[in-house]
Structures are given as structure tokens and as C-alpha cells.
């Protein structure tokens, strides 16, 4: 019995030949596509990067209100309970003043690496490109 699968004879079809115009124009249109493709993962990209860059102006807001509202709310409070304890008001309010000082910097700090122009940068973009450069280079070293 003959698997119907390896029964057909007919010999493979040979691909029609094409003229060197309609090869090269469908090469244009495949780099016309893929340039396309390319520039709307950019914009994508800047996008993302964009709302990145918006959180990031956040924190940095939310680290300017959260150290004005502890300089002005809780200073006062915590100046208070360390002079009761014994520490000379002077001394006290310094203290307080340093501590909620190192927690805005940090916060600001967070921020502001966050907003760094590299991190903005269409990377993946980028290694995509050259990605794309070194296949055509490969392809063409291969002719």
C-alpha cells in the first residue's frame, strides 16, 4: 500500500521569471515597508519614553510638595517633641531640618535620573535598525 502523501509525480513548478525592474521594484517596496515599520516603533517608542518622562516630573513634583509639606507641618511638630526631650531648640529644628532634606534630595535625585536624555532615546529602535542594516549587508555579501 503507497502513502498518498509520496504517490504525486509531478515535478516542483519552476518559479516564472521576473524582470530586473519588477525585482528591484519589489525590493523599493520592501524597504519602503520595513522604513515605515521602523519609523512608527520609533514614534511608538518616544511615546512610552514620553509617559516615562511624565511619571518621572511627577515624582518630582511629589517630592517638592511632600518636603514643603513636612518642612511646614511636621518641623514644627518634631522640633517640639525633640526640645521637650532636652535638646536645645536650635539643635532640634537642624536636626529636623537635615532629615526631611536627604528625603527630598533623594526623591528629586530618582527624578531626575529618570529624565535623563539617554533613557528618552529610541533604543530598541536603534538595535532594530542595525539590525535590519546588517541582514541587508549579509544578504548582500552572500550574492
Known amino acids: ?8 509525480t509531478t515535478p516542483p513548478q519552476q518559479p516564472a521569471s521576473r ?9 523599493l ?8 515599520k521602523e519609523v512608527d516603533l520609533a ?18 513634583v511629589g517630592a517638592v510638595v511632600i518636603a514643603l509639606t ?3 507641618v511636621l518641623a514644627a511638630a518634631l522640633t517640639a517633641a525633640l526640645t521637650e526631650a532636652g535638646i536645645p531648640a536650635g539643635w532640634s529644628a537642624l536636626l529636623v531640618g537635615v532629615v526631611l532634606a ?16 539617554s533613557s528618552l532615546a529610541p533604543s530598541r529602535t536603534a538595535d532594530n535598525v542595525k539590525r ?12
Open 70 to 72: 513636612a518642612l511646614n
Open 102 to 117: 536627604i528625603i527630598a534630595f533623594v526623591l528629586m535625585n530618582k527624578g531626575l535620573n529618570d529624565l535623563k536624555l
Open 29 to 36: 517596496s520592501h524597504v519602503s515597508s520595513l522604513v515605515r
Open 1 to 8: 500500500m503507497t502513502d498518498p502523501i509520496y504517490t504525486d
Open 43 to 60: 514614534r511608538a517608542e518616544v511615546n512610552e519614553n514620553l509617559n516615562r518622562a511624565g511619571v518621572a516630573i511627577g515624582l518630582i
Open 132 to 143: 535590519d542594516a546588517q541582514a541587508v549587508k549579509d544578504a548582500y555579501d552572500a550574492k
Open 19 to 27: 524582470s530586473t525592474t519588477d525585482l528591484i521594484g519589489d525590493a
